[in-house]
């Protein structure tokens, strides 16, 4: 088990360009999660998947942004045309299952648009 | 919608001393989970201790316990023995039982720095 990783773990962009963050979440969890933290706040959920179908979206969740979890593994996040408002941590978290299971969380992305 | 509250944004403790941080929340539910996370500075966010709603019974995790009060919406964690190790931010987080519209996903309060001082 070697927990839910991400990548790029920070990156700096310039307005108006694409990012795309990766998460691998642990290899049996059927359900992965995005979340956005910023300074002070707590972590505000954005999508999650259950395998590959996209179960839900948050009205946080704008036009330019996309998330993808092809073949139920591996999943990416992508922004389009950054703005400064993109700016916070963006955490991808894993569980097996709903309920009471354990929700494991990533180190996080930490996203800076100049 | 679910929302959760915590109204401490800042606890000092003494290192061996009890502190409790306070939590409460909205919901029209009748049955779901709580959490409380525990975030290290630049580090990942980890799980210390969950509550069933249906469960009267306190979940207590070795220095960690809970007061879960079901009626008032509130659910406290307590940390005795406090250690240096300890220091961190602290969030309650609400899961929904029911997820079959589709929903699932924890709900964050805003979080409580949590300082030990030697």
């Known amino acids: 088990d070697t927990g839910v990783s991400q990548n790029p773990r920070h990156k700096i962009t310039k307005r108006g360009q694409n990012v795309t963050f990766r998460c691998d979440p642990i290899s049996e969890h059927n359900r992965l999660y995005w979340y956005r933290q910023t300074l002070g706040q707590g972590p505000e959920f954005l999508t999650y998947f259950q395998n590959e179908a996209q179960l839900e979206k948050s009205r946080l969740l704008s036009d330019r942004f996309s998330a993808e979890r092809p073949k139920g593994s591996f999943s990416t996040l992508e922004i389009q045309r950054t703005e400064q408002g993109d700016s916070a941590m963006y955490l991808c978290a894993s569980s097996l299952g709903q309920g009471l299971n354990t929700i494991y969380f990533g180190e996080g992305s930490w996203l800076t648009v100049v | 919608a679910q929302t959760v509250t915590q109204s401490q944004p800042e606890m000092s403790v003494q290192e061996a001393e009890t502190v409790t941080l306070s939590c409460t929340y909205d919901?029209?539910?009748?049955?779901?989970?709580l959490f409380w996370y525990k975030q290290p500075p630049s580090r990942q966010m980890i799980l210390v201790i969950r509550q069933e709603a249906y469960k009267q019974q306190n979940a207590t995790e070795n220095r960690f316990s809970v007061n879960f009060q079901k009626a008032a919406k509130s659910f406290s964690l307590k940390i005795s023995d406090s250690q240096l190790g300890d220091a961190a931010m602290y969030f309650c987080a609400y899961r929904s039982a029911w997820t079959g519209g589709g929903a699932d996903g924890l709900t964050f309060g805003k979080g409580t720095h949590l300082i030990i001082q030697p």
């Open positions: 919901t029209s539910e009748s049955d779901y989970y």
